[in-house]
């Protein structure tokens, strides 16, 4: 069975920063693509960015990226998918899953949950 193992969620002031990591087995690793979502209470589900297997990136608003406030990356060496997380606002606040995606198969890993708030 595939799992996808997320950590580095919490609690955070608002302005603060965390960064989530997601380890990935690495036949998926390698050739997926690699995304982060979120869940708000009750909202659903969205993007938050996502990573190609060759490190092409996307972003459901660029203004986080070029903002500095959400950045994602793959370490290959630990076959990692990372989301940087900066200057962070309570409407962050939500459960962040990783996913992966590929060869007509999707995975989710269980999520962790990041709070905004003072």
């Known amino acids: 069975q595939v799992q996808l193992v997320e950590s580095g969620g919490g609690l955070v002031q608002p302005g603060g920063s965390l960064t989530l990591s997601c380890v990935v087995p690495?036949?998926?690793?390698?050739?997926?693509?690699l995304g982060w979502y979120r869940q708000a209470p009750g909202k659903e589900r969205e993007l938050v960015a996502d990573?190609?297997?060759?490190?092409?990136?996307?972003?459901?608003d660029f203004s986080d990226f070029w903002n500095g406030r959400f950045i994602i990356s793959r370490d290959n060496g630990r076959n990692t998918v990372v989301l940087q997380m900066n200057k962070l606002k309570p409407e962050d606040t939500a459960v962040y899953y990783c996913?992966?995606?590929?060869?007509?198969?999707?995975?989710w890993g269980k999520g962790t949950l990041v709070t905004v708030s003072s």
């Open positions: 990573i190609t297997s060759g490190g092409l990136t996307n972003y459901k």
């Open positions: 690495e036949k998926i690793f390698s050739m997926y693509m």
């Open positions: 996913n992966a995606v590929g060869e007509g198969l999707n995975y």
